[in-house]
């Protein structure tokens, strides 16, 4: 068995050995295709400083090349503990000593940043595009029942009149602040490590602007130190921002579950998204939303993991290891969310009825209270005087001419055009850095 890349002896005790390589392995397996791009733009930096020559690079370009095509055929040994050794190693089977002169300059813990930073970067991306999917598909709903009529709620009690689509428009707008949030991990992972090795540099000229614009980040994360004690940071900073559009999906999965029962009856789920009881044979139950809800309780106990991970001293540490399996569980988990949340509306349906029925006129005591304003009665006065009459009316009856306010954001305008434009515009820019990450990678791979 070869040796790892640290090892200097070779009797390493197996339980050891087993307790700390961990999950390694297998959450490593996902970032293959980051380690050949960080390991050939690192190639090229030590062609430019001349501690390999272009026709080494070549060759080192051509074997990584092989690896990218055929990801499943390569696989982590646990004996190599992580994707770093098992890809020297691979090089070395190949090219001979060629392959370990790649190592010179970095260490593993800046490998294993630039590895993920990528990662990070190309799993955002997707998930932004994920959730402007699901915001077109709820503002096309909430276009459809724009004008059907319901009751906004305050405590869990009635309380205003709104529309089905003023609350739909209130989740569109929810998933283009999720884009934002997204936007700004995306940009806390758009920085390159690689030149930080263990967090003290190398003494070697690595010209570390030159391989992050290889490996199409925006900058340099500059101090070498901090690098190290960054990551779990970064962790975080992705964490958050996905609990932030999780906690809002499990709004919308709550909304969802109340309005499907038969207490309120506002909406129906199709069958295609419910399941039934194994006892009563009467139930649709609408697993898909709670699920969608209960996975968002998962958040931010993800995100608590790495925060106590990384109260730590400056540098690297082990410690930092365990970092990636509360995140790669939140990226897929979001996904998996947004994926559902997307393809929500279409299994809804309106009952028209029933909403209009809802809105009645105790609902309209705001109402009321502000046309005494508009005749010059101070708001306190008026608001008394209504509560008066509301409590003289006896039992609400069902309201009819419900008149909605009409300025901006508010239920009688939700602004569709403007919550299209903004979405367009998420969608654009996400577009174009994806396109310009895109041919970076396939420079990489093509660069000689």
């Excluded at 790892?4 to 050891?16: G, N, P």
């Excluded at 295709?33 to 080494?56: D, N, P």
């Excluded at 190599?80 to 370990?100: F, M, R, S």
């Excluded at 340099?220 to 609990?243: F, G, I, K, M, Y």
Aim: net charge positive; aromatic share 6%.
């Amino acid at each position: 068995m070869k040796k790892k890349l640290w090892q200097t002896k070779t009797d390493l005790d197996a339980a050891v050995e087993a307790y700390t390589v961990g999950a390694d392995p297998e959450l490593d397996a996902r970032l293959l295709r980051f380690e050949i791009y960080g390991s050939l733009a690192h190639a090229s930096g030590l062609v430019k400083i001349g501690v390999l020559t272009k026709a080494e690079h070549a060759r080192i370009r051509k074997a990584l090349a092989r690896l990218h095509r055929a990801p499943a055929r390569f696989k982590i040994a646990r004996a190599q503990e992580d994707i770093h050794t098992a890809i020297e190693q691979a090089l070395t089977a190949e090219l001979g000593e060629l392959g370990a002169k790649v190592h010179a300059g970095r260490s593993r813990n800046d490998q294993v940043q630039t590895d993920l930073r990528l990662f990070l970067k190309d799993r955002l991306l997707t998930l932004d595009a994920q959730a402007g999917e699901a915001a077109s598909s709820w503002a096309a709903f909430g276009a459809k029942w724009d004008a059907c009529a319901m009751p906004g709620y305050s405590h869990l009690q009635r309380a205003m009149p709104t529309t089905v689509g003023h609350w739909a428009a209130s989740h569109v707008e929810a998933l283009l602040e999720g884009r934002r949030a997204l936007r700004f991990a995306f940009d806390e992972a758009d920085a390159s490590p690689l030149g930080a090795a263990a967090g003290y540099g190398v003494m070697l000229p690595l010209p570390r602007e030159r391989v992050a614009k290889l490996l199409g980040f925006s900058r340099v994360q500059r101090n070498t130190l901090r690098v190290q004690s960054s990551r779990p940071r970064l962790e975080a900073s992705v964490l958050s921002s996905l609990a932030l559009v999780a906690r809002d999906l499990g709004v919308l999965s709550w909304d969802l579950s109340l309005y499907s029962s038969a207490e309120f009856g506002f909406i129906k789920l199709s069958d295609s998204f419910t399941t039934g009881s194994s006892i009563m044979p009467q139930k649709k139950n609408p697993d898909v939303v709670e699920l969608t809800r209960a996975r968002a309780a998962l958040f931010p106990g993800w995100l608590n993991q790495v925060l106590m991970i990384g109260q730590l001293p400056s540098g690297y540490h082990r410690d930092h290891q365990l970092t990636k399996g509360p995140l790669f569980c939140a990226l897929d988990a979001l996904g998996r969310m947004l994926e559902i949340v997307a393809r929500l509306p279409e299994s809804l349906e309106v009952d028209e009825e029933r909403c209009a029925a809802a809105v009645t006129t105790d609902l309209l005591a705001t109402h009321e209270a502000v046309a005494l304003v508009k005749e010059g009665i101070p708001f306190r006065s008026a608001y008394r005087e209504v509560a008066s009459r509301v409590r003289a009316a006896g039992a609400p009856r069902r309201a009819a001419n419900v008149e909605l306010p009409s300025h901006l954001g508010a239920p009688g305008r939700p602004d569709w055009k403007a919550l299209a434009r903004e979405n367009a515009r998420a969608s654009r820019r996400a577009g174009s850095i994806r396109r310009a990450l895109d041919q970076a990678w396939s420079a990489l791979l093509q660069r000689a």
